[in-house]
């Protein structure tokens, strides 16, 4: 899916079932966003072309997840199409092996997991068919249905720094654009992404939704960074397999099996298959789009190409703005760093992570500031874990450890006096 643009006159069978919430849209607040002069509409805090925001109800009101499903998650743009196809590879490779016979060398990675979005007349898909049921979709996860916590069911996350998210979009969109339409600029475009108003943006929002339930259940949400997938590919996909339930024996691991979905996966082997290069999928009744849209470049930092130094300083303000803006009890954010408190045998250990890129700046200084602030938290951290050796154990980390109170504010405060 990755928000192409619908035309709202289209009519389809399932008219009758998306009226109602037609006619909600209609009361929304609207407004014109993305990339596009197109009108998007603001729904439980989010925007949406109406065409998809008729289903995300539809959804909301029907869909009931199931514990084997898996979900994956994204703002659009921010590496969907390799999330997507290395999950259906790890979760389906019992099935197929890695030959010109794979799905993924006759069908697009949208076809073999499809977004919810564009199944959502059925309200669930037909588990006989797919009995591992992986989907996915762009809603942001305070409008996920009740039933995608209750279930169980694995999400996984990924989100992309804001200015190649941007900048892919932009591209995006504009390939898509008809001839005889005009795609807002790049600056227009930044200006829409800034403000928030943007197909299921405010980007930062979105993914600051998902990073904060994440720690609260990261037994049921993984949270990765396009960005680490790029640089560590083989720890990742290890440990996504991992969380969806379907680990790399350590006879895999020697066969060279990581190393075959990876490069299946690939953006060069991807983009170069036929079914990539000149198919179509089609998105509605009426509706196709070419399978070359998804494939430009998929690297990192494209941003710098596109963006003028004032676009990328104003991103970095608003990224900081939005960390800082949740603080307090719920997040324990200090100069850009956050503290992840995780489950340890003799009493927890740390992980010290920028958030979740590393922003560009001019600080004097700043980057030497961190390293003091990460070897003073290591050190505090061995000197307390040393104390309450034998004392307690805990039995979960992220969130668990936010609750249990003072422990992770004094961390939070230590690095804070950096």
């Not at 109800?57 to 969907?80: D, N, R, W, Y």
């Not at 979105?206 to 993984?222: C, D, N, R, T």
């Not at 970095?316 to 340890?344: N, P």
């Not at 927890?348 to 980057?367: F, I, M, N």
């Amino acid at each position: 899916m990755e928000s192409t643009k619908p035309n709202e006159a289209e009519e389809t069978s399932d008219s009758r079932i998306y009226k109602k919430y037609r006619e909600t849209i209609a009361t929304l607040p609207k407004g014109i966003g993305g990339t596009a002069s197109q009108e998007i509409y603001q729904y439980q805090g989010f925007w949406y072309y109406p065409l998809y925001l008729e289903r995300i109800m539809l959804i909301q009101e029907h869909f009931k997840a199931q514990p084997s499903h898996i979900v994956v998650v994204s703002m659009p743009k921010c590496g969907t199409t390799w999330l997507k196809a290395l999950t259906f590879a790890i979760a389906t490779r019992s099935q197929f092996d890695f030959s010109l016979s794979h799905p993924l060398t006759a069908s697009s990675p949208h076809e073999c997991l499809p977004f919810l979005e564009e199944v959502a007349a059925t309200a669930c898909l037909n588990e006989a068919n797919n009995p591992i049921a992986l989907f996915a979709t762009h809603m942001p996860f305070t409008s996920l249905p009740e039933s995608f916590l209750s279930s169980g069911c694995k999400k996984v996350y990924i989100c992309r720094n804001p200015k190649d998210a941007l900048t892919s979009m932009w591209h995006f969109e504009c390939r898509l654009t008809p001839k005889g339409k005009k795609c807002f600029t790049l600056e227009e475009a930044f200006e829409h992404f800034s403000e928030g108003v943007y197909p299921y943006g405010p980007y930062w929002d979105h993914v600051l939704g998902y990073w904060k339930a994440s720690l609260e259940w990261p037994e049921k949400i993984l949270f990765l960074k396009y960005e680490d997938l790029k640089t560590d590919t083989m720890r990742h996909v290890k440990k996504l397999a991992q969380f969806i339930g379907h680990p790399f024996s350590l006879q895999e691991e020697k066969d060279g099996l990581v190393e075959e979905v990876i490069q299946l996966c690939s953006f060069e082997n991807l983009s170069n298959l036929d079914v990539n290069k000149f198919g179509k999928r089609r998105v509605t009744e009426k509706k196709e789009i070419e399978n070359a849209v998804f494939f430009r470049k998929g690297v990192v930092g494209d941003w710098k190409n596109n963006l003028t130094a004032e676009m990328s300083e104003q991103l970095d303000k608003i990224t900081e703005q939005k960390l800082r803006g949740r603080g307090g009890h719920e997040w324990c954010f200090s100069h850009l760093v956050v503290v992840t408190v995780v489950a340890g045998r003799l009493g927890g250990t740390v992980e010290v992570e920028s958030w979740p890129w590393g922003l560009t700046t001019d600080r004097a200084g700043e980057k030497e500031k961190k390293r003091r602030r990460q070897r003073r938290l290591q050190g505090k951290l061995a000197e307390m874990a040393s104390r309450r050796e034998g004392r307690r154990s805990w039995r979960s980390g992220g969130a668990a450890a936010y609750r249990r109170g003072n422990w992770a504010w004094r961390l939070a405060s230590l690095v804070g006096r950096g």
